[in-house]
């Protein structure tokens, strides 16, 4: 099922996400399959469940079609549960990011280039795996939502003044998407 995207200004892309006791597996699965439907639909390569309204600790990356820039994202798909750092390189890299929450807007942004987190897949297992280059950055954009943290609040000062008035229009709701979305307004 696609679900409506909440739109910059929303309350809950601004909550802390509680991490799922695992209790409700059937629950879980249909949630993250929703996402992933939802992520695809909007032509999006990660998504956050905060970015649907739930504030629970799951995240899904899909690099399949950015493999035009990043050959090695074939094939790069993860769904996470709980998942937290373990490592965050002090090396960075810096890339242009975008988000499906904040339509129409990008902003460089720098990041460790690389990092390692531990999760619980689908298979309701917990494991832990290293990431780097864009797989690194599109994890920790979405581990961010799960913090109430948004890329644009890592964007240089001059780049966020410059924004300001797009973020506030984004946050009425208007802006035009391809795809379903929602504010707290509307
Ligand atoms: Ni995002």
Redesign the pocket.
Known sequence: MILPIYLYGSQVLRTPAQEDDLSDREGLRKLIDDMVETMHHADGC?L?AP?VGVSKRILVVDGNDLTDRFPELKGFHREMINPRFTFESEETSSYEEG????PNVDADITRPAKVRIRYVTTGFEEVEEEFEGFAARMLQ??MD?LDGV??TDHASPIRRKMLTGKLMNISRGNVRTRYRVKTDKK
């Open positions: 990660g956050a970015q988000c499906l929450s904040i954009h979405e939502h948004l890329f």
